[in-house]
């Protein structure tokens, strides 16, 4: 069983003092970026990329990332809880019961459940990780130009069509992504594209630039836009000499949370991943679960009354999904996720390309990043529930000032990367752009998405066509190809099947995408 001697490799790197040290950093920015609202994971990678850049070795920027992501996850159902502000979209399901039980009170046994179950899905979807991210790895050498064609295809499409409010907007937003990515000389002919004969442009747009641009800065002007109606209320903890879960909150619990990690675990690993499905999944099947069960009467057991299933389980599946998420990043470099986008562009700042050789070229710190979310995801159970009081002061920092802050950070960090005044304006105008974007419902993702993957679906797309000599039946033939654009397919239709189900039933969309019976 090599992947065991190749893990306890990753422990001998991660537990190293330097190494420990920038875990414990990324769990605990991670969690302070996650408390305050509006600030997630992509916008703190984002804003740490052109540091990092500057370090001798990547694994410990890496395991920090990794403990950025982990921690905002964590810190992020605290602000949902209490503030009934979730700073991500993944958060909005543990917001729904979370807050209800703040209100009633109840607010630790929220916060606890939300953090050991945490803790509970990201250990078992790390364990899947460690066991099927190198034979899925060693799967994907075989594919072909026509499969990675297919599979770009597939996951800028199906990430497109199931984030986001319409399908329509996901698609302008992708389409923008593409666009972008053109720009600059091509990678074959070296013909200037969409340039305007600037020679600022003839390098493309970094994706740093565009990272930073879109979430830093447009994400600072979108909250500035809206800060007289973010809530300033917290909700109280409740009594200090009262415990955290009772015998009745585990016994109600450990179950959602086995639950949430089987749903979040293998939907973050599928092209179309992500946390935003499987949680809402998860918390649609603990509802309907908890209706159809005769057992729990109480009232404070009632799903939109503070039931503590409608927590448990959605955060578990939400940190399930990182895990799952890693392994089409890695062994693919395919990213499902705004977040796991970022990732990859600092993969390849460091020139180091995920995929199917990223075990073999790079394969101590694969392994030290996958040892290092066994390590993370301890530190955070330890954050989460002695430093709770603490996380909620970090509340009351002044939005203004906070804001502010990440505006000046972002600015020296591209001109730190690029030392080009001009690079720094066309991080604004992009920021500008993505307040555009956020204050008309248009999802961030899908330009991120085509930014990387729109250059290399384009590559492997000439590639499939030189090796076949010109014909296109390269890309109907072979049924690896043809299995990844149906699924494509599929996922442009996907959104529009509760619609169409329900037509058939004569019943409601919404009624049925949350179970209710007529």
Known sequence: MSFLSDLLGGFATVLSPENLLYAAIGVTVGTFVG????????????????????????TGAFIMFAGIYYGAMYGGSTTSILLNTPGESASVASAIEGHQMARRGRAKAALATAAIGSFVAGTISTIGLTLFAEPVASLAVTFRASDYFALAVLAMVSVTALVGRSLVRGLMSLSLGLFIGLIGLD????????????????????????????????????????????????????????GWMSREDWSRSWRPWLRGTAVGFPFGALPAGGADIPTFLSYTFEKNLSQRSQKIKSDKAQFGKGAIEGVAGPEAANNAAFSGVLIPLLTLGIPTSATAAVMLASFQGFDIQPGPQLFEKSSTLVWALIASLYIGNLMLLVLNLPLIRIWIKVLKIPRPSLYAGILVFATLGVYAVSGSVDQVLIAYGVGVLGFFMRRYEFPIAPVILGVILGPMMELQFRRALTVSNGDLSVFYTRPLTVALLALAAVAIVLPYLPRIIAKARGRSAKRLAFGEDD
């Open 187 to 242: 990678q074959l002919t070296g013909q200037a594209r969409f340039t305007w004969d600037s020679m600022q442009l003839f390098e493309g747009i970094d994706i740093v630039i565009v990272i930073v641009g879109l979430f830093a800065v447009g994400e600072t002007l979108h909250v500035a836009a809206r800060l007289g109606r973010l809530p300033e209320t917290v909700a109280p903890l409740g009594p200090s000499g009262k």
């Open 35 to 58: 408390v305050l609202p509006g600030i997630g994971p992509a916008l703190t990678i984002a804003l740490l990329l052109p540091i990092t850049f500057s370090l001798d070795s990547p």
